[in-house]
């Protein structure tokens, strides 16, 4: 009812940053077939998604708008639109889900670059170009708006956070994140970078077309809605592709609480079925994470995944470890799936944890990781001690200072340490004090007093 009362063309705020208005664009852009893929949508909203494509690009840069109508009940809704000037309409003669009728409309599309988008969105002020920018410059990136909010309730339209990225948890289920510290200073400096992102929402990106049929477009066998976004993510981040946020871009989206319509099947099990095939595929072993989040999805069939296995084989992907260290070290790996003998590294982004060649008795030190185990390779075992070879981290004396050194491993308690989540604080067995890199250029890693608040403290081990 809201959407109804508005006009299809109505105005939005700008909501752009003000450095974005005098950003001026290559001239020689690539056009772009658009793709709405829709299930019962309200008409008058998926008019305005149309119309808002039309008004706010330039002319030449839409090549045309595919609409994948996804078996609605009611055929109408596309055919209406089908009137409208380069506005295609495919309709699928049953319900597959938005994966495969995006690849449809995908396959379908005449133009050299995609532009996915939900049938609830509006499209803002010179919201293509800088997206076009970004995929002509380089073929392998992914680059999304930032999402807007259309108000579910009012249809109000609010413009959302530019420090938000898309992350998410071991339950595998998205989420926006606030950049860290280091990240927004950058973007102070200038609003107009790219927010390099480990995962996307899904719904609104562009992609260049022949990288998106050699990325392997979706996987088929996924169903209705969900998890879709997080299998793109890993596969185009493991097989050398980037995903970014392109600031001075802006698309609205209405955000909705529940899915207006049915998930034959029911949607819990579609959705644990689409998040086991993305997991079962590009997780490796952190696939026992997922697992250990939400047991009840090992209940659920996922079908055969051996065709997106040849597929990453054939692109020569990265392993997921990879994917941890380089892309989102941030994600707290929970201490549990590493075994006893299964050597990590223990690091802060890109400095590890390092012997540097010392021997007994000697501190350690922090170097950048060069992820050959070597001097960085540690084991954190089951009973706390942190390991190289027959060495062991100890706490010399607490009485008289912080100090730590690597000696032989004994079994006595100052060896002994807890892994602290979330936070990945690395804390004393007996004693509040916690590793720490502050001084190790200087006195080496010592163990200060725990202060969860200090990036100091805070360990990935991986
Ligand atoms: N969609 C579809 N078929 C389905 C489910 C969804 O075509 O079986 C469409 C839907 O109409 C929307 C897009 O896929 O345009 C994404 O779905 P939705 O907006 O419900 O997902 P959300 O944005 O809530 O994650
Ligand atoms: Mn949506």
Known sequence: MASDHLPSNREIPDTRNSMCRSKGYKKDLPSTSVIITFHNEARSTLLRTVVSVLNRSPEHLIKEIILVDDFSDNPDDGLELAKIHKVRVLRNDKREGLMRSRVKGADAAVASVLTFLDSHCECNEKWLEPLLERVAENSSRIVCPIIDVINMDTFQYIGASADLRGAFDWNLIFKWEYIDYKERQRREKDPTEVILTPIIAGGLFVIDKPYFAKLGKYDMMMDIWGAENLELSFRTWQCGGSLEIVPCSRVGHVFRKKHPYTFPGGSGNVFARNTRRAAEVWLDEYKELYYQAVPLAKTVPFGDISERLELRKKLQCKPFKWYLQHVYPELQVPNKIFTPGRPT?????????????????????????????????????????????????????????????????????????????????????????????????????LAERCNSALESQRWQIL
């Not at 012997?355 to 501190?363: E, F, Q, R």
């Not at 690597?406 to 004393?428: E, F, S, V």
């Open 345 to 445: 590294s223990i690091r802060q982004g890109h400095m590890c944890m390092d012997t540097m060649g010392n021997l007994l008795d000697s501190i350690v030190a922090m170097f950048q990781c060069h992820n050959n185990g070597g001097n960085q390779q540690w084991t954190y075992t089951d009973s706390g001690y942190i390991r190289h070879h027959d060495i062991c981290l100890e706490v010399r004396d607490v009485y008289k200072g912080s100090e730590v050194l690597m000696k032989i491993c004994d079994g006595n308690d100052n060896q002994k340490w807890k892994l602290i989540q979330p936070g990945g604080m690395i804390r004393h067995a007996r004693y509040p004090l916690c590793l720490d890199s502050r001084y190790a250029r200087f006195k080496g890693i």
